[in-house]
C-alpha cells in the first residue's frame, strides 16, 4: 500500500529566508508526485507535480521540489517565502493508471515571521 | 474555465439525518474523486467515479455513498449521521488518463 509521511508538523521560518518542506513516500511502482497548498477554510491548490523526467520540477508562486527515487523523497523547496505563503502543504502520492487516487501526507503547517 | 464548484459549502446537520454533497468537475473532466478532511485522520480517500461507474474506493463504512451523472456531476451521500462524520470534503476532478487533481472549495460538514 503507498504511504506518504511529512516528518514536520510545524514550520516557523522568517519572510525572505528559504524554506523546505520534507516528503518521504512509499510505493511500489513509479511514483506521480505532488504538492498542494491549502489556506484555511480553502480546498486544495496544485503547486506542482512529478510524473517522468526531469527530476527538479518548477512550480507556482516560485516553488519547486527535487525526486529522489533512492531517498522516496519529494522535497519543497522556495527560495525567499513571502508572508502569503503561510499555509498548510500537503504531499500525495497518485495510483497513475489504477485511477485517481491520491494518497496524503499530514501535511507541514507554515507560519512566516515578519 | 470555470474550477470545480462544491455545493453547499456548509451544512449543519443533525446525528440519525443524511446528507448530500454535490460537486460539479471542470467541463471536460470525466474522473471525479471524493475525500474527507479532518484534524484527526488528515486527507482520507472516499471514492472515485469514472464515467458513472465507481473505479475506486477508499476504507469507508457503507454509510458513504456516491454516483455520478452522465454530464460527469457526482453526488456523495452520507446516511446515518454519527458526529464523527463532521469534516471538510473535498471534491476533485481530472481528465482521463494519468494527470493531475484539481479540488474544489469543499463542504464543511457539521454534525450536531
Known amino acids: 500500500a503507498q504511504s506518504v509521511t511529512q516528518p514536520d508538523i510545524h514550520i516557523t521560518v522568517s519572510e525572505g529566508a528559504s524554506l523546505e518542506l520534507r516528503c518521504n513516500y512509499s510505493?511500489?511502482?513509479?511514483?506521480?508526485l505532488f504538492w498542494y497548498v491549502q489556506s484555511p477554510g480553502q480546498g486544495l491548490q496544485l503547486l506542482l507535480k512529478?510524473?517522468?523526467?526531469?527530476?527538479l520540477v518548477q512550480g507556482i508562486k516560485g516553488f519547486e521540489a527535487e525526486f529522489k527515487r533512492s531517498q522516496s523523497s519529494f522535497n519543497l523547496r522556495k527560495p525567499s517565502v513571502h508572508w502569503s505563503d503561510a499555509a498548510e502543504y500537503f504531499c500525495?502520492?497518485?495510483?497513475?493508471?489504477?485511477?485517481?487516487?491520491?494518497?496524503f501526507g499530514g501535511g507541514t503547517r507554515v507560519l512566516v515571521k515578519p | 474555465k470555470a474550477g470545480v464548484t462544491q455545493t453547499p459549502r456548509y451544512l449543519i446537520k443533525t446525528r440519525g439525518q443524511q446528507v448530500t454533497l454535490s460537486c460539479s468537475p471542470i467541463?471536460?473532466?470525466?474522473?471525479v474523486s471524493w475525500y474527507q478532511q479532518t484534524p484527526g485522520q488528515g486527507l482520507q480517500f472516499l471514492f472515485e467515479y469514472f464515467s458513472e461507474t465507481q473505479r475506486n474506493k477508499g476504507n469507508f463504512p457503507g454509510r458513504f455513498s456516491g454516483r455520478q451523472f452522465s454530464n460527469s456531476r457526482s453526488e456523495m451521500n452520507v446516511s446515518t449521521l454519527e458526529l464523527g462524520d463532521s469534516a471538510l470534503y473535498l471534491c476533485?476532478?481530472?481528465?482521463?488518463?494519468?494527470?493531475?487533481?484539481?479540488f474544489g472549495q469543499g463542504t464543511r460538514l457539521t454534525v450536531v
Open positions: 476533485a476532478s481530472s481528465s482521463q488518463g494519468i494527470t493531475e487533481a484539481f
Open positions: 510505493y511500489g511502482a513509479t511514483p506521480y
Open positions: 467541463s471536460g473532466h470525466r474522473s
Open positions: 512529478y510524473f517522468s523526467g526531469d527530476t
Open positions: 500525495a502520492v497518485g495510483a497513475g493508471a489504477a485511477g485517481n487516487k491520491l494518497t
